[in-house]
């Protein structure tokens, strides 16, 4: 898809971007470094930081701007063409029918041997570049845009969950009868750790956030795809169906060979039968004590700093 050329005033757009730590956090610079190169620069971008429920953090930030347009990206993003957000843009403003538009994800080009196996065996690490813009499952936080006033018509984020935003507001869109598509050509790289422990480490952690909802909020578990559903799927499915789709998916890891698809598979399941079996996660949202903002002079953009402080 090629750029038009032609930015309107109608198509500004602001950034949002749920920050764990801002110190030393070398991605993040060079995440910001990337935005200030954009053919098509942001209005705003705020980092809300400190704030361990995204969807809090999201929503705040979405609460304090005023373009047409927002768009979320993740902390670890990596983007590295220049026509991004111009792209999003043309492909939102010429289909009123997209409800959230996305970027594919691709391995990073300095990807280890490791981590590029992880994303190649591992489901919903990869999606390749589409040619056209297509309905698919596989738009996430990473990198999104949706116009703002649509994002507060259907609720904002989910605040309640710890982990496992996506589908949610995927649905919610769908629910409002608009599209949640893969723009053509673009792509963001968001990576996964460079070691079998790191990688365990973070699906159990994933395996804890379901096992929280499944616990807490099992009306918001939700099915996911391969992405290539063209905008049909099946949101829910039964337990047992789930159980038994567990059981055969670590069967074809092993015949397979997919050694580090095994380990993700044992280490969510570990971390979903833990957080639902004895529970650490509290339903309570951690309270907010205060949020320290501050404008850091950056070119090109406003860049606003939320520092978040719980009680």
């Known amino acids: 898809m090629k750029s038009t050329g032609h930015v309107d005033k109608a198509s500004e757009y602001s950034i949002v971007i749920p920050v764990v730590k801002l110190e030393g956090n070398l991605l993040l610079e060079n995440l910001l470094s990337k935005i200030s190169g954009q053919t098509l620069l942001p209005k705003e971008v705020h980092l809300v930081v400190g704030d361990p429920r995204q969807g809090r953090a999201i929503n705040f930030g979405a609460g304090k701007i005023n373009s047409r347009y927002f768009a979320t990206l993740d902390d670890d993003s990596i983007i590295d063409d220049k026509d991004l ?19 594919s994800c691709l391995i990073p080009k300095d990807a280890s041997p490791l981590q590029k196996r992880a994303m190649r065996e591992i489901p919903r690490r990869f999606f390749p ?7 698919s499952d596989m738009v996430q936080h990473p990198c999104l845009i949706m116009e703002t006033d649509f994002f507060r018509a259907i609720g ?22 608009k599209n949640v598509s893969i723009i053509a050509d673009t792509w963001v790289y968001h990576g996964i750790p460079d070691s ?3 990688i365990a480490k973070m699906y159990y952690r994933n395996g804890r956030g379901s096992g929280f909802a499944s616990r807490n909020f099992p009306d918001r578990i939700i099915e996911l795809s391969d992405g290539y559903d063209n905008g049909f799927f099946i949101e829910r499915r039964p337990l047992p169906f789930r159980i038994a789709r567990r059981v055969w998916n670590l069967a074809l890891c092993i015949l397979g060979f997919e050694f580090v698809r095994l380990v993700t598979e044992i280490a969510y399941a570990a971390g979903l039968l833990k957080e639902y079996f004895f529970p650490r996660y509290s339903r309570e949202k951690p309270q907010v004590k205060s949020i320290e903002s501050s404008e850091i002079p950056r070119k090109g953009f406003k860049l606003f700093v939320h520092k978040v402080k719980l009680v």
């Open 129 to 135: 570049v589409q040619p056209r813009n297509t309905p």
């Open 196 to 198: 079998l422990a790191g």
């Open 156 to 177: 904002g984020e989910d605040e309640d969950l710890v982990r496992g935003l996506d589908p949610v507001l995927r649905k919610k869109a769908r629910d409002a009868g």
């Open 85 to 103: 957000f111009r792209k999003l843009l043309d492909a939102m403003d010429a289909d009123p029918g997209i409800g959230i538009g996305g970027a």
